[in-house]
C-alpha cells in the first residue's frame, strides 16, 4: 500500500515536543538547534543559535551536528522536521525532537536572529 506525505511524517517515530519545552531546551549545553527550511525561508529569520541545513541536503551536511546530544528539528510548519528527524536517527542520532514550526516559536517569544 502506498504510503501518503501525511503518512510519513505521523509514523516517522520522532517525539514531538511543545514550544514551551523546546524553549527551556534553547540554549543548555549540548543541545542544537536545526532549522530544515530551504534558504529564502530563513529571510524572516531563524531560532537563535540554529544551525540551517535545508532538508534536501540534510543527510550531506551532519557535521555542524556532531557532538550534539539532543537536536531539537523545526521548518515551517513540523512536516519536514519530522522527516528530517527520522533521517538524523536513522544516521545514528539518539535524541531527536520536533519542535514544530519557526512560526509558533516566534508567537510564543522565542529568540530569534
Not at 525561508?41 to 534536501?56: D, F, H, N, Y
Request: aromatic letters at 6%; proline letters at 3%.
Amino acid at each position: 500500500m502506498t504510503q501518503t506525505p501525511s503518512d510519513l511524517v505521523a509514523n516517522a517515530g520522532i517525539a514531538t515536543i511543545s514550544i514551551d519545552d523546546a524553549k527551556a531546551l534553547h540554549g543548555q549545553d549540548g543541545v542544537v538547534f536545526l532549522d530544515v527550511r530551504e534558504p529564502a525561508e530563513l529571510a524572516g529569520g531563524k531560532v537563535a543559535g540554529a544551525v540551517a541545513i535545508p532538508r534536501g541536503v540534510l543527510e550531506w551536511q551532519t557535521e555542524a551536528l556532531e557532538g550534539a546530544k539532543t537536536v531539537v528539528v523545526y521548518c515551517a510548519a513540523g512536516g519536514r522536521a519530522a522527516l528530517a528527524g527520522a533521517t538524523l536517527k536513522s544516521l545514528g542520532f539518539a535524541d531527536v525532537r520536533n519542535a514544530g514550526g519557526f512560526k509558533d516559536w516566534v508567537e510564543a517569544g522565542g529568540k530569534v536572529e
